[in-house]
């Protein structure tokens, strides 16, 4: 008797185990599950709908399909994605062209190796009700693309923006600071944008009005790509795929997006569509808006070190490595 018990309780626990199994295959990331023997390569990211090709390439399988063993990682954003390439705990991030360029100007091993988004109109000119473009004397400035894209707008309407207050904010903090009349104005994106209307402020232009846009790039170490140049290219590749699905499909990139940072689909939805998703080459155009930035940003202060876009930027990188 004490040995069927023995051989029940055996039992038992073979099938809990074998559930447990079970349960942990269906529950982690598919690209965790995929055991292709791969390279890892490991992408950090931000959490909002500007890395859309990277959650739906990675909730839709497109990396796993492509034979790629690939892990997303959810990073607070702004510099984190690139300075986890910098540690060695991402082999790639996606940075927005502000962010890399500083960070590539204290760790001159970074490379950027092509962009997937550009966009002239998610960052948006945000005024309180009453206040005119040109009656602006208090603006809320979050560093980096914030403090430029102030630069440019108030200079865009001939005013000193030395002559301006720039008050240092974060840009959860922009709407509540817009409505107490702490702030007149902010340039900044949706959520922040959406809830500053809310409460009566109003939208009174996008960066395109003055002739600026951000683009998003896809970074890594020279150390590692030197080694790993054509695994870069395929993951790049897969990258530009799912840009393209995006562009075709906000829907679907909505989806993703939703899924990945538990966002509301019809707010994932508005802000993609404010975006233009396209993997490519860098290109004249991307140099100089680069040299731009350095030089504003050395202006500023705010460069640890030289950087130079002509080096940092691999031009040519994708049409040799990712077709």
Known sequence: MMRVLRRRAVAALV????????ATACTRPATQAAGNGGDLVR??????????PFFLADGEGLFEAAGLNVRVIQTEGGAAGAQNVVAG?????????????TVMAGNPGLRALGVYEDSDRYFRVVLREG??????????????????????????LGLDPAAI????????????LLARG???????????????????????????????????????????????EELAGR??????????????????????VAKAIRMDPAEARNQVTQIDFKGRDFTPGDIEQARQLVDFFRGQGKLGGPVDPEQVLLSGWVGRNSQ
């Open 89 to 101: 705990t991402s082999e790639l991030s996606g940075n927005a062209d502000s962010t890399a360029l």
């Open 131 to 156: 206040v005119t473009p040109k009656s602006v004397k208090k603006m809320g400035v979050f560093p980096g693309i914030g403090l430029y894209f102030t630069d440019r707008y108030l200079r865009s």
């Open 43 to 52: 992408i950090s990211v931000g959490v909002d709908p500007s890395y859309a």
């Open 182 to 228: 702490d702030i007149d104005g902010f340039i900044s994106f949706d959520p922040w944008v959406a809830r500053a209307v809310a409460q009566d402020g109003h939208v009174a232009g996008t960066t395109g009005d003055f002739g600026a846009k951000y683009s998003q790039w896809l970074l890594a170490s020279q150390g590692w790509l030197s080694t790993h």
């Open 165 to 176: 207050a720039l008050v240092t904010t974060s840009p959860p903090e922009q709407p509540a």
């Open 235 to 256: 993951v790049f590749r897969v990258v530009a795929q799912a840009a393209d699905i995006i562009a075709a499909d906000p829907d679907r990139a909505a989806k993703a």
């Open 15 to 22: 099938a809990v185990a074998a559930v447990a199994v079970a």
